[in-house]
Structures are given as structure tokens and as C-alpha cells.
């Protein structure tokens, strides 16, 4: 199917994301930071990157930026705990950013899966190589 990156600080969600692509066929990196997760980009050039925003090292918003940067069609699916209610809506910052897709946590595993096939179809459609 595709190539995907996931960038968490939480191991136990890169684990679980990463479980739940593979079983539906995806090839699966995870990174614990922003750091990690642009090194292991510019190395696999995955189709999609599902990527936490608030991590330490090099938060979420700022790798959207520099990899937005670097690769200005990487397809980008947002994820954040922080509630909408918080003075600033990070998820509506990311997209503004460049994130094409927003994932609230706790999520769904239908949910995620959904938003992943959704998200491949759209880069498929126009993704030039």
C-alpha cells in the first residue's frame, strides 16, 4: 500500500498507530520528535505523516513548517490532546501551517484509518513523480 510516518512523542501511541497501519497493509516509521521524524522523512519520502504537536525537542507546528519547507507537498495529518477550548486551537494553527488533515486525541482506531485512506487517495490523485 503506502509509506507512512508517524511522529509521537508517546511510544505507546507511535506503537499503536503503527500496529494499526501495518495490519492494514502500510509500511510504518515512527519517530519520538520533530528531529527524528524530518531525518527519517528526507530518507523514505513517505506518502503521509501523521504528526503530534505538542513534543518535546522540536514540537509539532515547527516540523510542519520545515518540512513543509523542504518538501512542499507532503501530505500531513495533524494530531493533538490539546483541547479546542485552550486559548489557541493548535490543530486549527497546524492546518494553517500546512497540515491538510486534523486528528483530536483520543481517537478512534475507525477514525484514524478512515482519515489515512482518505488522505492516500487525495496525494494519490496528486501526487507527480
Do not use: W
Not at 508517524?6 to 492494514?24: G, H, K, M, S, T
Not at 497493509?25 to 530518507?43: K, Q, T
Not at 497540515?99 to 481517537?107: D, G, H, S, T, V
Request: glycine share 4%; charged share 25%.
Amino acid at each position: 500500500m503506502a509509506t507512512i510516518l508517524v511522529v509521537d512523542d508517546d511510544p505507546q501511541v507511535c506503537d499503536l498507530l503503527q500496529q494499526i497501519l501495518e495490519n492494514e497493509g502500510h509500511a510504518v516509521y515512527s519517530a519520538l520528535n520533530g528531529v527524528e521524524g524530518i531525518s527519517l522523512y528526507r530518507r523514505h519520502r513517505p506518502a503521509l505523516v501523521l504528526l503530534d504537536i505538542l513534543m518535546p525537542e522540536k514540537e509539532g507546528l515547527e516540523t510542519i513548517r520545515d518540512l513543509r519547507k523542504e518538501f512542499p507537498n507532503v501530505m500531513i495529518i495533524a494530531m493533538s490532546a490539546a483541547s479546542e477550548s485552550a486559548k489557541i486551537n493548535l490543530l486549527e494553527l497546524a492546518s494553517r501551517l500546512g497540515a491538510q488533515y486534523r486528528l483530536n486525541k483520543p481517537f478512534q482506531l475507525k477514525d484514524v484509518i478512515d482519515l489515512v485512506n482518505t488522505a492516500l487517495s487525495k496525494n494519490e490523485a496528486t501526487d507527480i513523480v
